[in-house]
């Protein structure tokens, strides 16, 4: 089974800095897809960005950008020009594409809390 | 609808009585995960649906806990006998069958409060 591990329960930034949260994970599989999810006090869990693991290039959306490194198996976001509305919970998961779904099919990271300072 | 709806949105139940959570997937996701997450913490894998396949029940954690889904519409997660640990929001998200992308959509949750 895959595991993702998230390093940092919280994290803290100025509005208006750049933050990373960090994210590795474990598996043997070559190809697979990751991705940041965001939950805000609302509790809604909204797809930040993602990235497939055959792709080199990292995914790059607005403020929101990775770097993927297969070979460490890390997978970090950074957010750029931090804003008050970005305080929420990020998990990082990972989606196998060979499993079929269920318990190995999707796995989240344990979060991390990320605060800004205003 | 255009969204995963999960209702109630929150319930408050006295210990050992029933619940029954409700979710409503995107109209065309075969795929449907229940999911728990207890205070400050992060999702537990409870169940998983897709298609007509009998589904993977390896994360729930007692026999007082059932899920069903009638084909690829609606399901209904159910506690019985309910204990004060089972105190979580209880997510449900759906997605495309488990090939490619498939991103997975969530419902807003429900918080149940075991009192």
């Known amino acids: 089974a895959q595991t993702v591990t998230q390093s940092q329960p919280e994290m803290s930034v100025q509005e208006a800095e750049t933050v990373t949260l960090s994210c590795t994970y474990d598996t043997s599989e070559s190809d697979y897809y990751l991705f940041w999810y965001k939950q805000p006090p609302s509790r809604q869990m909204i797809l930040v960005i993602r990235q497939e693991a055959y792709k080199q290039q990292n995914a790059t959306e607005n403020r929101f950008s990775v770097n993927f490194q297969k070979a460490a198996k890390s997978f970090s976001l950074k957010i750029s020009d931090s804003q008050l509305g970005d305080a929420a919970m990020y998990f990082c998961?990972?989606?196998?594409?060979?499993?079929?779904?269920?318990?190995?099919?999707?796995?989240f990271g344990k979060g991390t809390h990320l605060i800004i300072q205003p | 609808g255009a969204g995963v709806s999960q209702s109630p949105s929150n319930k408050v139940t006295e210990k050992g009585k029933d619940v029954e959570l409700r979710c409503d997937p995107i109209s065309g996701h075969t795929a449907l995960y229940w999911y728990r997450q207890r205070l400050g913490q992060g999702l537990e894998f409870l169940i998983y649906?897709?298609?007509?396949?009998?589904?993977?029940k390896s994360g729930l954690p007692s026999d007082r806990f059932s899920a069903e889904r009638t084909g690829e519409s609606v399901s209904t997660l159910t506690i019985q006998r309910t204990q004060q640990e089972d105190s979580a929001v209880y997510l449900c998200?759906?997605?495309?069958?488990?090939?490619?992308?498939?991103?997975?959509?969530f419902g807003q949750g429900t918080r149940l409060t075991v009192v």
């Open positions: 649906f897709q298609g007509n396949s009998a589904p993977d």
């Open positions: 998200a759906s997605s495309l069958p488990p090939q490619g992308w498939a991103e997975a959509f």
């Open positions: 998961a990972y989606r196998s594409p060979y499993s079929g779904g269920g318990a190995d099919g999707l796995t």
